[in-house]
């Protein structure tokens, strides 16, 4: 099955800072999607990004599809960016739904 | 619109005996996909429902099972539990085409 690979696995940066969290993986897809999970263990989603750019706020995302990879960017970190920042996508083709999940970024923001 | 609801949300099990978990996904949303997520293993795929058909399985034995219902609920069944089955358990409603995929709160499972 398609192998999706997070990097860095822990980061740790001071209020303000700007971070780059990488998303590789090992096969074409049409569907990626950037999730963040709270405290309470519920993913959040930030971005559905097949391909392109997409900007929400102080996040954006870019996914190259041709080279398998796809970058969050996250701008003036503040203390409630901290958790773990999931990337996923199609479990396997052929028409039906379900996710692959990378390993995560644990993101730790301090004051 | 009121989002993908899971309920329990906690549960507490004996090894040895079975659970039911429950997903009511967003109305519209046919896909209906299930997860587990443990410290080590990570998040891993169970299953995917579309229209009452299970169109896709992950790597689990067949102690784990599920269903859907016409008004698109899923259910997700562990026979004999053990110890490793405690997780917290995700489930995510889609369209379905890999369209973007919504999660609930999850259920977490402690099997003592």
């Known amino acids: 099955g398609i192998q999706v690979e997070q990097s860095p696995p822990d980061l740790i940066l001071q209020e303000g800072a700007n971070s780059t969290l990488r998303c590789n993986f090992s096969?074409?897809?049409?569907?990626l999607q950037w999730f963040h999970q709270n405290p309470w263990g519920q993913l959040i989603n930030l971005f559905y990004?097949?391909?392109g750019t997409k900007q929400n706020g102080r996040l954006s995302a870019t996914t190259v599809a041709t080279e398998r990879y796809s970058l969050l960017y996250i701008s003036s970190s503040q203390t409630t960016d901290s958790g773990v920042y999931f990337c996923?996508?199609?479990?396997?083709?052929?028409?039906?739904?379900?996710?692959?999940f990378g390993k995560g970024t644990h993101l730790i923001i301090q004051p | 619109k009121a989002g993908v609801t899971q309920t329990p949300r906690y549960l507490i099990k004996t090894r040895g005996q079975q659970v039911t978990l429950s997903c009511s996904p967003i109305?519209?949303?046919?896909?209906v996909s299930w997860y587990q997520q443990t410290p080590g293993q990570g998040l891993q795929f169970l299953f995917e429902?579309?229209?009452?058909?299970?169109?896709n399985k992950g790597n689990f034995p067949g102690r784990f099972s599920g269903r859907q219902f016409s008004n698109s609920r899923s259910e997700m069944n562990v026979s004999t539990l053990e110890l490793g089955d405690s997780a917290l358990y995700l489930c995510?409603?889609?369209?379905?085409?890999?369209?973007?995929?919504?999660f609930g709160q999850g259920t977490r499972l402690t099997v003592v």
């Open positions: 429902y579309f229209s009452e058909t299970q169109r």
């Open positions: 096969d074409s897809v049409n569907n």
């Open positions: 109305s519209g949303h046919r896909s």
């Open positions: 996923a996508v199609p479990y396997s083709g052929g028409g039906a739904d379900g996710l692959t």
């Open positions: 990004i097949p391909s």
């Open positions: 995510a409603s889609s369209l379905g085409g890999f369209t973007e995929a919504f």
